[in-house]
């Protein structure tokens, strides 16, 4: 049986108000391409159908229209919730959908799905589990023991649940297992927003082993194996939804299984999508108009940080803005701001005088604009936000 591994659709996202709808739509065609010219039986989607429990209508219908083309002809597909989506909301068409051949499994159940091959005549078993969150669980996990005592019981209760969804597995079938959860040892993106507090939401390697052949995972973006009995792997999202993704290779995973066999497996990198790219600039805005000129990155989306003496004004910022579209962070860093910031850091003066005097003293006594301070203060907050995500995100 050919199996093609998906997820992380995050259909409805944007990029700081920029829509990725054409984006996502070039993927659908292009994993439709795939799905066919390498003649798959079994689509399996790893949940994060949508980027919110209530996605716009546009995404609602593009997912409704993958679905559709991916299992004409009898392929099907099997479609699990993540953390993004309402669970109820993805299976509510599951009586319109079923003869069809789609599965849509909104939360966490004690049937495992079964699905055939048309081509091969083969026979899935698939331990199907969306994302398990407490709630979705139905259950309160929270004990005295703090973190480690409550990571251990989501655990135990995540390897209870996929060994009840394997009991169906047999030498004579291909035997599956899918889920949407954070795996230990799996390398997170800021975009999987949000993980987990404090990390209770991980489970061990050891609660997926319920006898699968293969694991299709999904809630990490960055495509990887993790280590665990059988092949534990996560597709990956198909496009790079932050900028810590830039450079991110995306793909979706494709495998021939037999029953009682070895899984074969094969990477297909994906083109479509923009590219996201962090320019680092040390030689001001000549140097940033000069690449711009040259086309560098002419497709992408930049996050550009400017290293500059001399503090930029609204209308540099506008400027800058209007000349490239794809431009969507721009932070100036000055080498005299960061050691007043390490002052400030020691100090209680707000950091919109701090700002003020230092612009004051480049621009011999000018008064900022309130629009500055304003877009200087949403720069600083984005920073701590990202910092404080990233020092969650590794607890």
């Not at 398990?132 to 259950?139: F, I, M, Q, T, V």
């Not at 480690?148 to 394997?166: H, I, T």
């Not at 000069?290 to 500059?308: K, N, P, T, Y």
């Not at 579209?325 to 850091?345: A, C, D, F, N, T």
Request: proline share 5%.
């Amino acid at each position: 049986m050919r199996i093609l591994h998906t997820g992380d659709w995050h259909l409805g996202r944007t990029l700081e108000g920029r829509s990725r709808q054409k984006e996502q739509e070039q993927f659908v065609d292009e994993l439709v391409d795939i799905a066919d010219s390498s003649g798959a039986d079994l689509i399996l989607m790893a949940g994060d159908v949508y980027d919110s429990v209530n996605p716009p209508a546009a995404a609602e219908q593009l997912f409704y229209d993958a679905a559709a083309r991916l299992t004409a002809g009898g392929r099907p597909l099997v479609v699990i919730s993540g953390n993004h989506d309402q669970p109820e909301r993805v299976a509510s068409v599951s009586p319109l959908v079923r003869r069809q051949g789609i599965t849509l499994v909104g939360l966490p159940t004690a049937d495992p799905v079964t699905v055939h091959a048309a081509r091969t005549g083969e026979v899935a078993k698939i331990a199907a589990l969306p994302y398990p969150s407490e709630a979705r669980l139905g259950e309160l996990l929270a004990g005295d023991g703090g973190e480690a005592e409550l990571r251990l019981a989501y655990s135990a209760r995540v390897g209870r649940l996929m060994n009840l969804l394997g009991r169906e597995f047999s030498p004579q079938t291909v035997n599956l297992a899918m889920s949407h959860i954070y795996v230990l040892g799996g390398l997170e993106s800021d975009s999987e927003r949000p993980i987990q507090v404090g990390g209770a939401y991980t489970v061990d390697p050891s609660a997926l082993s319920c006898g699968a052949q293969y694991t299709a995972l999904g809630h990490l973006h960055r495509a990887q194996r993790v280590k665990g009995d059988g092949m534990i792997r996560y597709s990956g999202s198909p496009l790079a939804y932050s900028f810590s993704e830039a450079g991110q290779a995306k793909s979706v995973s494709l495998l021939d299984i037999a029953p009682g066999g070895e899984p074969v497996f094969e990477e297909i990198y994906l083109r479509c999508g923009r590219p996201l790219v962090n320019w680092k600039s040390s030689g001001g805005l000549e140097e940033v108009y000069r690449w711009l000129e040259e086309g560098r990155d002419a497709d992408a989306f930049i996050d550009l940080e400017l290293r500059l003496t001399e503090a930029m004004s609204m209308n540099d910022i506008q400027r800058l803005r209007k000349s490239r579209e794809g431009i969507v962070h721009i932070r100036p860093v000055y080498p005299q701001m960061e050691q007043e910031l390490e002052e400030l850091s020691r100090s209680r003066m707000p950091v919109q005088e701090l700002f003020r005097r230092f612009y004051q003293r480049q621009t011999g006594g000018a008064e900022p604009e309130d629009s500055l301070i304003e877009l200087f203060l949403e720069l600083a907050e984005e920073e701590r936000n990202e910092a404080a995500e990233g020092e969650e995100i590794h607890k």
